[in-house]
């Protein structure tokens, strides 16, 4: 089956009540590759738990309707370093990093997994 052309959401729940959400959608000119355009959770949760299944659920869900791969590009800034190490522990590999790009001195760094 062919991956889906319309955005997806997922939604985590952490004893009962939203906990984080996702939101990837399809990549613009490719063919099954998948952007992850954001994925958050609530302050007072991180580091408990939410975040790992809620990115599963993402890589599931796509992996069920034949995306190849999920692409995330997120900043070097000190403030994403939970998220980028997220990424690394469920396996995302390099795919590359652009200085300067969302500010003077802050990366863009992008990381993608095979589907």
């Avoid at 997220?86 to 990093?97: C, F, K, P, Q």
Wanted: hydrophobic fraction near 45%; charge should be positive.
């Amino acid at each position: 089956m062919a991956a889906p052309n319309t955005p997806i959401r997922r939604v985590a729940r952490f004893d009962g009540a939203v906990a984080g959400f996702a939101f990837p959608e399809p990549g613009a000119v490719s063919h099954g590759s998948w952007n992850l355009r954001a994925i958050a959770t609530a302050r007072n949760l991180r580091r408990r738990g939410p975040a790992r299944p809620l990115l599963s659920d993402v890589e599931a869900s796509l992996r069920a309707a034949g995306a190849r791969r999920l692409v995330v590009d997120t900043s070097d800034a000190q403030a994403l370093a939970s998220a980028r190490a997220l990424h690394r522990r469920a396996g995302y590999g390099d795919g590359g990093t652009l200085s300067d790009f969302w500010a003077p001195g802050e990366a863009k760094v992008t990381v993608f997994k095979r589907l």
